[in-house]
C-alpha cells in the first residue's frame, strides 16, 4: 500500500458515506499518520527475532486510534 492508495481509498470512502470537505480533510489525516507510523513499525520489525504478537497488538492500537477519529469526525 502506498501513500497515494490511502488517498484514494479516502476518496471513496467519503464519496460513500458523503463526507463533507472538513471530514473527508480530517479521516485522510489520520489515515496517512496511521499508514506513516505503521511504515515506521514495519521497518523496525526484525522478522526473524521480532515478536509478531506484540507487533500485532501494537497495529491494533494504532488502528484504534484512527477508528476514535472515524467516530469522532462522522
Known sequence: MSEEDV???VAALA???QLNDKQ???ILA???AFYEKVQKERE???R???DRD???AKMMELR???DKTYKKVC
Open 7 to 9: 488517498k484514494t481509498r
Open 15 to 17: 464519496d460513500t458515506l
Open 24 to 26: 473527508e480533510k480530517e
Open 30 to 32: 489520520a489515515e496517512l
Open 44 to 46: 523496525n520489525f526484525d
Open 48 to 50: 526473524e527475532t521480532g
Open 54 to 56: 506484540a507487533m500485532r
Open 64 to 66: 484504534e486510534e484512527v
